[in-house]
């Protein structure tokens, strides 16, 4: 099956390539930043949906949590900045250390639940942090939340003027995502979880320590989800525990990304983050006001007819429809090849 | 010291019915459907609105409207699950905890689209009464829920165990195959078990109204208790879900006697975790 899709899957990795290179001069010269936030914002949930997706998608571990190592993320680079001074950037590193122990602890009570109970306990854990977050506001500021202090443009304090540089970030930020998402899937660690994301007991009987595998695999999901806290933090200069660690905000969005481009995938998480952001930017910029619940409304509902139609996410049908093109033009070359549907 | 102890614990048993019945349709849907409805909450804010509208027009009060609005959200929540949810049975995990959340926001968005975001309660003459005995007193909206919870327990029970149509969904849960084999549909089972499921949650919504405030968003307050119920009950058990509910009321009534409000969810929570770390099948599970 590999073999089939993977001349085709180039082919769309090539465009993708192709257009964010062609658009990027266009970004540097747009003047209002409009179309550079939703890159940005486009780029980050691609990310965060490709980190969401070594344990999500390779796995299949539904996370609905994965706020939780977000805000981690976010909350411990602005708190080192703002009470020690240090530089984000070093902030980000200690960010996703945090976001990885906090996933160690996550581990133990729920890697033994499978299927809709895995996805249940992760919820709890996210809010559990979002109230406690909230509840200790002598260090946190609770609902209030956190503005991260501004030091003038300058790249060690992770501070950019235009929103060009932070475009830039959130580019190498997405291919180290993709990068790791890539070694992993390759890797042993990838085929280990693909077998248990059958069927824990059968990837057992194999002799893949279940376990472990999931363990590195939500490790690195959940330093490369922290990671982008930080990034989040420093782009938005402001954070509060109810958007960080929201279910709706970024546990669900961040799953959506990764499902809607195609679960399991490297690129899908690109796909669905270039389709779902700028649409709900869009809808969110046309309705306002009293018609703000028309933007939520049509997301939800394309959303439903999305699943219904691809439940196994754009990306497959983007490589199904290459494969159905190449089959067509070899059999209109030689008739007779064409065997079967 | 005693009596407030005592107290705290009639007001979580009080509380507890209720949340027993909120909870129990979530439980009866994954338990014979095998689909977690995150969406579930929202019928409750559902049942709510459409309580809150009853009164409002014709004056009849909201937990004696409540056969009407079961019988309205039981209707929609069959609509859902057959044209929604039956489709995505064979699919992926994630399809179809996604398309619940995404039905999920379309029904908070669709209700902030129709009713606003404002803040609504319906009046009714008992709304601040309150019930004297001997030395304890309870809020008299809060006993009249919990008479009414309990009346739909007892009602869904006498359903489940004793109507032909109840044995026949109990049926399609144990064994499907078998279940088609005796001449049972069991497609018309899950719709059958999702309506019911969601509609109690809608009447349950209906029943808390004397009480409680209404708007689109409501649902996202209730979600959590209701995941802790189902969870500490043993998702998919019924009986499980009614005790669970119990509890759960008493556990948040002692928090709110011995910790800061904020802090009384968090309780709640970590009871929610713990019980999936040791007990992940739930204190009555399969």
């Given at each position: 099956?590999?073999?089939?899709?993977?001349?085709?899957?180039?082919?769309?990795?090539?465009?993708?390539?192709?257009?964010?290179?062609?658009?990027?001069?266009?970004?540097?010269?747009?003047?209002?930043?409009?179309?550079?936030?939703?890159?940005?914002?486009?780029?980050?949930?691609?990310?965060?949906?490709?980190?969401?997706?070594?344990?999500?998608?390779?796995?299949?571990?539904?996370?609905?949590?994965?706020?939780?190592?977000?805000?981690?993320?976010?909350?411990?680079?602005?708190?080192?900045?703002?009470?020690?001074?240090?530089?984000?950037?070093?902030?980000?590193?200690?960010?996703?250390?945090?976001?990885?122990?906090?996933?160690?602890?996550?581990?133990?009570?729920?890697?033994?639940?499978?299927?809709?109970?895995?996805?249940?306990?992760?919820?709890?854990?996210?809010?559990?942090?979002?109230?406690?977050?909230?509840?200790?506001?002598?260090?946190?500021?609770?609902?209030?939340?956190?503005?991260?202090?501004?030091?003038?443009?300058?790249?060690?304090?992770?501070?950019?003027?235009?929103?060009?540089?932070?475009?830039?970030?959130?580019?190498?930020?997405?291919?180290?995502?993709?990068?790791?998402?890539?070694?992993?899937?390759?890797?042993?660690?990838?085929?280990?979880?693909?077998?248990?994301?059958?069927?824990?007991?059968?990837?057992?009987?194999?002799?893949?320590?279940?376990?472990?595998?999931?363990?590195?695999?939500?490790?690195?999901?959940?330093?490369?989800?922290?990671?982008?806290?930080?990034?989040?933090?420093?782009?938005?200069?402001?954070?509060?525990?109810?958007?960080v660690f929201g279910f709706w905000t970024f546990s669900v969005k961040?799953?959506?990304?990764?499902?809607?481009?195609?679960?399991?995938?490297?690129?899908?998480?690109?796909?669905?983050?270039?389709?779902?952001?700028?649409?709900?930017?869009?809808?969110?910029?046309?309705?306002?006001?009293?018609?703000?619940?028309?933007?939520?409304?049509?997301?939800?509902?394309?959303?439903?007819?999305?699943?219904?139609?691809?439940?196994?996410?754009?990306?497959?049908?983007?490589?199904?429809?290459?494969?159905?093109?190449?089959?067509?033009?070899?059999?209109?070359?030689?008739?007779?090849?064409?065997?079967?549907? | 010291?005693?009596?407030?102890?005592?107290?705290?614990?009639?007001?979580?048993?009080?509380?507890?019915?209720?949340?027993?019945?909120?909870?129990?349709?979530?439980?009866?849907?994954?338990?014979?459907?095998?689909?977690?409805?995150?969406?579930?909450?929202?019928?409750?804010?559902?049942?709510?609105?459409?309580?809150?509208?009853?009164?409002?027009?014709?004056?009849?009060?909201?937990?004696?409207?409540?056969?009407?609005?079961?019988?309205?959200?039981?209707?929609?929540?069959?609509?859902?699950?057959?044209?929604?949810?039956?489709?995505?049975?064979?699919?992926?995990?994630?399809?179809?905890?996604?398309?619940?959340?995404?039905?999920?926001?379309?029904?908070?968005?669709?209700?902030?689209l129709l009713f606003g975001a404002d803040f609504r309660s319906a009046?009714?003459?008992?709304?601040?009464?309150?019930?004297?005995?001997?030395?304890?007193?309870?809020?008299?909206?809060?006993?009249?829920?919990f008479c009414a919870s309990s009346i739909m327990a007892l009602l869904?029970?006498?359903?489940?165990?004793?109507?032909?149509?109840?044995?026949?969904?109990?049926?399609?849960?144990?064994?499907?195959?078998?279940?088609?084999?005796?001449?049972?549909?069991?497609?018309?089972?899950?719709?059958?078990?999702?309506?019911?499921?969601?509609?109690?949650?809608?009447?349950?919504?209906?029943?808390?109204?004397?009480?409680?405030?209404?708007?689109?968003?409501?649902?996202?307050?209730?979600?959590?208790?209701?995941?802790?119920?189902?969870?500490?009950?043993?998702?998919?058990?019924?009986?499980?879900?009614?005790?669970?509910?119990?509890?759960?009321?008493?556990?948040?009534?002692?928090?709110?006697?011995?910790?800061?409000?904020?802090?009384?969810?968090?309780?709640?929570?970590?009871?929610?975790?713990?019980?999936?770390?040791?007990?992940?099948?739930?204190?009555?599970?399969?």
């Amino acid at each position: 099956m590999n073999r089939v899709i993977n001349p085709v899957l180039f082919k769309v990795v090539r465009w993708a390539f192709l257009a964010t290179v062609l658009l990027l001069p266009l970004l540097i010269f747009e003047n209002r930043g409009y179309y550079l936030r939703i890159a940005t914002l486009v780029l980050m949930f691609a990310g965060l949906g490709g980190a969401w997706n070594i344990i999500g998608g390779f796995a299949n571990q539904v996370s609905l949590g994965h706020a939780a190592f977000f805000g981690v993320g976010a909350y411990t680079s602005t708190l080192l900045l703002k009470y020690i001074g240090l530089s984000p950037w070093l902030g980000m590193v200690a960010a996703g250390v945090i976001a990885g122990l906090l996933s160690l602890m996550i581990a133990v009570p729920t890697f033994r639940l499978r299927g809709h109970y895995f996805a249940l306990g992760t919820i709890a854990f996210a809010e559990v942090l979002r109230i406690l977050f909230l509840y200790f506001k002598g260090i946190t500021e609770g609902p209030v939340g956190l503005s991260v202090p501004y030091l003038g443009d300058s790249v060690w304090n992770f501070q950019f003027s235009g929103g060009f540089g932070y475009y830039v970030t959130a580019l190498a930020l997405l291919s180290l995502t993709c990068f790791v998402a890539y070694r992993v899937k390759v890797g042993r660690l990838g085929y280990q979880l693909r077998a248990l994301s059958n069927s824990h007991e059968a990837a057992e009987v194999v002799g893949v320590d279940t376990y472990r595998a999931k363990l590195w695999a939500s490790i690195l999901s959940s330093m490369l989800t922290g990671a982008w806290g930080t990034f989040y933090a420093q782009y938005l200069y402001f954070i509060d525990p109810d958007t960080v660690f929201g279910f709706w905000t970024f546990s669900v969005k961040m799953a959506m990304v990764a499902i809607l481009g195609g679960l399991g995938t490297i690129w899908g998480p690109l796909v669905g983050s270039a389709f779902l952001i700028p649409l709900d930017e869009w809808t969110s910029a046309v309705f306002t006001g009293n018609l703000a619940a028309v933007s939520r409304l049509i997301y939800g509902g394309l959303l439903i007819a999305l699943i219904l139609w691809q439940p196994r996410g754009l990306l497959f049908w983007f490589t199904g429809l290459g494969e159905r093109w190449r089959r067509k033009r070899s059999s209109l070359e030689n008739p007779e090849a064409e065997t079967g549907p | 010291m005693i009596t407030n102890l005592l107290q705290a614990i009639f007001n979580g048993i009080l509380t507890g019915g209720v949340y027993a019945v909120v909870s129990v349709g979530l439980s009866l849907v994954f338990g014979i459907v095998d689909v977690v409805n995150f969406a579930q909450p929202e019928f409750l804010m559902m049942g709510m609105f459409v309580a809150y509208f009853l009164s409002i027009a014709t004056g009849i009060d909201p937990i004696m409207a409540s056969p009407l609005v079961f019988l309205v959200v039981f209707l929609f929540g069959a609509v859902v699950q057959r044209f929604l949810i039956q489709r995505v049975l064979n699919a992926p995990l994630v399809a179809q905890i996604f398309l619940t959340v995404a039905v999920a926001m379309v029904m908070v968005s669709g209700a902030q689209l129709l009713f606003g975001a404002d803040f609504r309660s319906a009046p009714t003459f008992y709304a601040t009464k309150a019930l004297h005995v001997g030395p304890f007193q309870f809020s008299l909206p809060q006993f009249l829920a919990f008479c009414a919870s309990s009346i739909m327990a007892l009602l869904l029970w006498i359903f489940m165990e004793r109507t032909d149509v109840g044995r026949c969904i109990k049926a399609t849960a144990q064994n499907r195959t078998a279940a088609i084999l005796m001449g049972i549909n069991p497609y018309r089972m899950y719709v059958l078990a999702f309506a019911i499921g969601t509609g109690l949650a809608g009447a349950a919504g209906a029943v808390i109204l004397p009480y409680s405030y209404v708007f689109p968003t409501i649902g996202h307050d209730w979600g959590l208790i209701m995941f802790t119920v189902v969870v500490l009950g043993g998702l998919g058990s019924v009986p499980g879900a009614l005790l669970a509910g119990l509890i759960v009321g008493v556990i948040q009534s002692l928090t709110s006697v011995y910790m800061p409000t904020q802090l009384q969810n968090l309780v709640v929570f970590i009871v929610f975790i713990l019980t999936l770390a040791y007990r992940p099948a739930g204190l009555l599970g399969r």
